[in-house]
């Protein structure tokens, strides 16, 4: 048979475009930030991960410059040889201290992350547990590990300890859970999981990628707004959002990430992250150092949108965090929910079936520490009128 028969067959995306809605790549002529020009109209984008407004930010850009004129482009090749640059340390040095790790290792991207560090850590032998809801990134990580994988009900601690006991005590096991669930954007009931692990003699990973600069009294992430920062054996997180940059990381123990960088085939075989894109990240950590009141503003920001949507009787997915995503329930409603938004200047996020169960789709918005109460007011009455007129609510 024909591997490509099964492209020949009518597929949703088919469906949608036929039907005018469909909402993937849409093009963006000018740089992420609270407001962007997205195909010829001024949009206010609430459905980036920019959640402390630095991509704009005049610093980040000039590294990223003085990074290109010094280093080149690119460095053609593989931290473990010849991609190995100064800044990559000192990022390296400077995201240990900050996150309260003994070392880190740094990924050319956040999914390249965890499937260099999980494929790295978990063996033929041993088990990942997973939450249900964890990124995608995790389960292509634990396939590739060749260790067998366990998933337990989202947030269900009774089921994790369930799952727990059911593993022989001679097998190692990594419990792997997102800090800040991406879509629902509620946040992993970490001590639990903590208590758990030392019970059942495991190690704890928290991906990081949405707590790093959104959770915590300085940004450091999920570990840090429980005050577990010494509990937690491995930390991931991405440069791609609050960062404003591209590429990942592990924080970890000396030995856990010498052992990575030695035997983790993703890292191995993969070129450095490029010199505009360390800088930039690195520029970006000391701003939020030096300016942890941006966490406070994002907090704000995200809760006066949160408040707002409540008293216009939206339904959302409560949380404290910059996510809130918002029932469509229908599929079909969340992509023309979000052609109409777009036509009234609102960009918003779509997330149908299977990445929502069947009759729970959303619209998933995510804010910036820049962004102001004026676009919030209009973002809400938008959402709030196509909602209406949707008969959502």
């Known amino acids: 048979m024909d591997i490509f ?7 949703l995306f088919d469906e949608v475009k036929e039907a005018g809605i469909y909402p993937y790549f849409h093009e963006l002529t000018s740089g992420q930030d609270t407001v962007v020009e997205m195909e010829g109209h001024e949009t206010i984008m609430i459905g980036s991960n920019n959640y402390l407004g630095l991509t704009s930010h005049e610093e980040v850009i000039e590294a990223g410059i003085k990074a290109i004129k010094n280093y080149g482009s690119g460095c053609s090749g593989s931290r473990f040889l010849n991609g190995t640059l100064d800044m990559h340390i000192e990022l390296e040095k400077e995201l240990a201290k900050f996150l309260h790790k003994e070392a880190v290792v740094t990924f050319s991207t956040g999914f390249q992350s965890n499937l260099g560090i999980i494929s790295a850590v978990v063996g033929r032998n041993d088990y990942i547990v997973c939450d249900k809801e964890n990124h995608a990134s995790i389960y292509d990580a634990a396939r590739l590990s060749f260790g067998k994988m366990v998933r337990f009900e989202h947030s269900d601690m009774e089921d994790l300890e369930r799952k727990l006991k059911e593993i022989p005590e001679d097998k190692g096991i990594l419990i792997v859970t997102d800090g800040v669930f991406s879509m629902g954007g509620d946040i992993c009931k970490l001590p639990e999981i903590v208590a758990l692990a030392k019970k059942y003699g495991a190690r704890v990973m928290v991906d990081d990628a949405h707590g790093l600069g959104v959770l915590g009294k300085h940004g450091r992430g999920t570990a840090e707004h429980f ?15 609050s960062l404003a940059s591209l590429g990942g990381y592990m924080a970890a123990s000396q030995r856990v990430v010498d052992y990575v960088k030695h035997c983790s085939r993703p890292y ?3 070129a450095s992250i490029t010199p505009a894109c360390v800088a930039s990240a690195l520029t970006a950590l000391k701003i939020l150092e030096r300016e942890p009141e941006r966490v406070q503003a994002l907090r704000d920001i995200s809760n006066y949108m949160r408040e707002g949507l409540k008293k216009m009787g939206v339904k959302i997915i409560d949380s404290e965090t910059p996510i809130i995503p918002i029932y469509t329930y229908d599929d079909y409603k969340a992509f023309i929910a979000c052609k109409m938004l777009l036509e009234r200047g609102v960009y918003v996020n779509p997330v149908v079936t299977p990445a929502t169960p069947q009759g729970k789709a959303l619209l998933r918005t995510s804010y910036t520490a820049t962004h102001t109460k004026e676009q919030m007011d209009k973002a809400m009455k938008a959402i709030h009128d196509v909602l209406c007129e949707l008969e959502i609510i």
Do not use: H, N, Y
């Open 5 to 11: 028969k099964k492209m020949q067959s009518r597929q």
């Open 227 to 241: 005050g577990l920062e010494d509990e937690v054996d491995i930390i991931m997180g991405t440069f791609s959002k």
């Open 268 to 270: 191995i075989f993969s």
